[in-house]
């Protein structure tokens, strides 16, 4: 596809319910970014693949969050027993290459997934 | 950890005016790269400018340009002739080159253009 998509673009779960988020990223690209953005704030790092390999999962806020990119392509951000302060935007993003292997540093974002749970 | 201040919450302006958005940004890095990213009402971040911390030039790009300065640790975004179009949430980004180099994000400025 032309750029990085998102599925689904709105999920309302009760809390206590299992949700998984799925991303799209341009294809090619190496790198794959989650973030959260709570309301009228800035969005904040999760996790980052480099191809199927979690690098870097020191923003995921619990244990009740998992994320996997199995194939190097899709990602699936899932989240156990949703709580209300789990309501947020995801954001995935994704990039070609980082900058120490030539890349522009540039992330190209998704729609995003907006949870809301009750 | 970095971390990035953008100190307007809310910014207005007349349609073709000129506004300036500030960002201020702590790192004991020596090299990194800097990003202004527009958030529209429809959510999706699109990448205005981006400017690497060993260039002194400052970035432009067509009606965007940055005043970077570095030992200040500053990163403003001038926008010229302002549009309608230009009518979103603007967020400061930084990024280390060590590790995920993922993007540390401020709380943004709410930029709206009035006709």
């Known amino acids: 596809g032309a750029g990085v998509s998102q599925s689904p673009r709105y999920k309302v779960a009760k809390r206590g319910q299992d949700v998984a988020l799925r991303c799209d990223p341009i294809?090619?690209?190496?790198?794959l970014f989650w973030y959260q953005q709570a309301l009228g704030q800035g969005p904040e790092f999760l996790t980052y693949?480099?191809?199927?390999?979690?690098?870097?999962k020191s923003g995921l806020p619990s244990d009740r969050f998992f994320a996997e990119r199995p194939e190097g392509s899709v990602s699936t951000l899932k989240i156990q027993r949703t709580q209300q302060e789990d309501s947020a935007v995801y954001l995935c993003?994704?990039?070609?290459?980082?900058?120490?292997?030539?890349?522009?540093?540039?992330?190209?974002f998704g729609p995003g997934t907006r949870l809301t749970v009750l | 950890a970095q971390t990035v201040t953008q100190s307007q919450p809310e910014m207005s302006v007349q349609e073709a005016e000129t506004v300036t958005l500030s960002c201020t940004y702590d790192?004991?890095?020596?090299?990194?790269?800097l990003f202004w990213y527009k958030q529209p009402p429809s959510r999706q971040m699109i990448l205005v400018i981006r400017?690497?911390?060993?260039?002194?030039q400052n970035a432009t790009e067509n009606r965007f340009s940055v005043n970077f300065q570095k030992a200040a640790k500053s990163f403003s975004l001038k926008i010229s002739d302002s549009q309608l179009g230009d009518t979103a949430m603007y967020f400061c980004?930084?990024?280390?080159?060590?590790?995920?180099?993922?993007?540390?994000f401020g709380q943004g400025t709410r930029l709206t253009i009035n006709p």
């Open positions: 993003a994704s990039s070609l290459w980082g900058v120490t292997s030539g890349g522009s540093g540039e992330q190209f």
């Open positions: 294809s090619g690209h190496v790198s």
């Open positions: 693949f480099q191809n199927e390999a979690q690098l870097d």
């Open positions: 790192t004991s890095e020596s090299n990194y790269y």
């Open positions: 400017q690497e911390a060993y260039k002194q």
């Open positions: 980004a930084f990024m280390g080159i060590q590790g995920a180099q993922k993007l540390v």
